[in-house]
């Protein structure tokens, strides 16, 4: 299996299409592993003229698991609201110098970036801190880590930080009341669904690091100002159904970004159906064949 390295971390990755052509690379949110990137999705890409490229972020699937480090969420905020540096064993930093470890092993000096959610901060710190990088940037169901926008809802607050299940049967009800909870609402099929759930769940199953991520995302702060810096050709996508992360977050990543372009999916929530896939796709390969052009 191919794997790229950054320091001691081992990055599961693959890749779809020729090499020789355009890099995208898609990044992935909180807790999920590249397979959510579906294969059927990643081909529709290559057909726009990318070589597509899709990894596991560290403590999610097939890459290196921080299982020595407990998971204290709680800690985090505490350190935090005390005006102390807080306690955790990576940022998002770390996590876009994994991403761009994954193009150092493919050769790629250059790259589109998609992240979602978590993976839009994540290109967003990639911008940031690694802008000769890339060449363009698409941030997806994301926000900029101010404490005033992109808040969840109740419900989906409820079901963000409900105990982790125990088993496969619990780990897929418990995917269900997320995506009933965020989801599009009119693309909702248990069928399709319980099977992505199934197969997520028998890839790898490891909610200690999904908790692991969540301090990262909590530990890294505003990216706001920084942002402001930005000249790396930026799209922000939010669904206006999104609950989990409010469309907000979307909106004032895009204001943070000088010429960055903004478009609300109306009925989109926080997930990625295959009724999306066309426009999504669409989106993402008009804008960064204008980048390159």
């Given at each position: 299996?191919?794997?790229?390295?950054?320091?001691?971390?081992?990055?599961?990755?693959?890749?779809?299409?020729?090499?020789?052509?355009?890099?995208?690379?898609?990044?992935?949110?909180?807790?999920?592993?590249?397979?959510?990137?579906?294969?059927?999705?990643?081909?529709?890409?290559?057909?726009?003229?990318?070589?597509?490229?899709?990894?596991?972020?560290?403590?999610?699937g097939l890459s290196t698991k921080f299982a020595d480090v407990a998971p204290d969420v709680a800690g985090v905020l505490a350190a935090i609201g005390a005006g102390e540096r807080p306690p955790v064993p990576y940022t998002l930093s770390d996590l876009a110098a994994d991403a761009v470890a994954v193009l150092d092993a493919l050769g790629v000096e250059r790259a589109h970036v998609m992240g979602v959610s978590m993976g839009g901060m994540i290109v967003q710190t990639m911008a940031i801190e690694h802008p000769g990088r890339l060449r363009s940037m698409t941030s997806v169901m994301s926000t900029t880590g101010d404490a005033d926008v992109g808040l969840p809802s109740p419900e989906a607050r409820k079901v963000l930080f409900a105990p982790p299940p125990a088993d496969r049967d619990a780990a897929v009800a418990q995917y269900l009341a997320g995506?009933?909870?965020?989801?599009?609402?009119?693309?909702?099929?248990?069928?399709r669904l319980r099977a992505l759930a199934g197969e997520a769940f028998d890839r790898c199953f490891d909610p200690a690091g999904r908790a692991r991520q969540m301090m990262a995302i909590v530990g890294s702060g505003s990216r706001s100002a920084a942002l402001h810096d930005v000249r790396v050709p930026a799209l922000v996508l939010h669904g206006d159904a999104d609950r989990l992360i409010d469309a907000s977050g979307g909106r004032r990543t895009a204001e943070a970004i000088p010429g960055a372009r903004f478009v609300l999916l109306e009925g989109m929530g926080?997930?990625?159906?295959?009724?999306?896939?066309?426009?999504?796709?669409?989106?993402?390969?008009?804008?960064a064949h204008a980048a390159d052009a």
């Open positions: 299996m191919p794997y790229a390295r950054n320091g001691d971390v081992e990055l599961y990755y693959e890749t779809f299409g020729e090499p020789g052509e355009p890099a995208l690379l898609l990044v992935n949110g909180l807790g999920s592993q590249c397979i959510n990137y579906r294969v059927e999705w990643c081909e529709k890409l290559v057909a726009e003229g990318f070589f597509v490229i899709r990894f596991d972020n560290r403590d999610v995506i009933r909870a965020w989801g599009s609402p009119a693309c909702y099929d248990e069928g926080h997930d990625y159906p295959p009724e999306y896939w066309d426009r999504w796709t669409q989106l993402v390969s008009e804008h």
